[in-house]
């Protein structure tokens, strides 16, 4: 299948956003906007199921057993790494139970006993509970007529925010689930299906979407502004159109390191806050410019999870979607020849 390098650019510069956001809040720093490259994920990662549902027939258990095989390794490494560096004292802030554990395996919201926020035990994973939920819902859709899967999704996905709305909760996953942010994933749904029709803007409007989403984004940022899913995830979504609209008008050409860093995108999420934790003490205790060690920590967890994805992701990725591994299964082995060019 073509690679769509709009679609990947995207990816490594919402992964860069994250890091940088991380990096600056353990440096002294502030970019709270880098927060923001989640509500990008979250449309891209709408429109990627929508365009390869669309490539081939797929069972539901077939389409959830190809997601847990792109998602569940990666994370469980990271977190059983949390787990090991917390029983051996290196992670003082961070308290265990095993009941929190097993709730950031398994992807269930839960209040951490740590903090009291609904985080798993790797903090980042938060955004991979609500990934979970969206590929179990858009599963079970699949066992639908085409023509009803992304209303279905919607009208599920409208009506739970809807009861968010009305309802005031400490329940964990009933506040994660009705949270306004899941729309955004129904976005991303609605623009694979424009870009399939071939409804997709011309090049001039497709600018004009890039510009609004990054001068939004910046405004934020500059002014700093409050910032919610009702301001980034219109953003967000005109940032994914107008790439796309630029994409189709043939405007965007290879670049092998963006390439790249939107393939390890997944990686990068994953594990930055690791080298950055370790670089932003290390640096603290030698003195070093707040600026330096911003600079090498943004480098740092770049550099890792760029690392984890060739040395783990990768080596992972291409062992278990052997044939071998998924007998009878219609997704393994046409999501070879896609992954990792559009995967989410």
Known sequence: MKTIFGIQYLRALAAIA???????????????????????????????????????????????????RRIVPVYWAATAVMVLGALLGLFPN????????????????????????IWPVLVQGWTLNFEMFFYLVFALSLSLARRWRLITVAALFAALVAIGATIDTG?????TYTRPIMLEFVAGMV????????????????????????????????????????SCGPLAVALVTGVLSLEAAGRLRPWRGLVFLGD???????????AISVIAKLGAVAGFPAGAVFVAAVFGGTALGSAAYLLLERPLAKYLRSPKSAPGSNL????AKEAPRLSS
């Open 191 to 230: 623009v694979g299906q424009i870009w399939l029709k071939g409804k997709i803007p011309g090049q001039a409007v497709g600018l004009g979407l890039v510009m609004f989403g990054m001068a939004g984004f910046a405004i934020i940022a500059l002014f700093k502004l409050p910032f919610d899913v009702l």
């Open 18 to 68: 994250v890091v940088l956001f991380h990096a600056a809040e353990k440096t002294g720093h502030s970019f709270a906007i880098g927060a923001a490259g989640v509500d990008v994920f979250f449309v891209i990662s709408g429109f990627i199921m929508w365009m390869i549902s669309d490539r081939r027939a797929m069972s539901p258990a077939g389409f959830l057993l190809e997601r847990a």
């Open 332 to 335: 393994a082995t046409a999501a």
């Open 94 to 117: 961070l308290t265990l139970s095993l009941e929190h554990v097993l709730a950031s395996l398994f992807f269930i919201p839960a209040h951490s006993p740590s903090s009291g926020e």
């Open 264 to 274: 390890a995108s997944y990686s990068i999420y994953i594990w930055h806050t690791f």
């Open 171 to 175: 329940n964990a996953l009933l506040f």
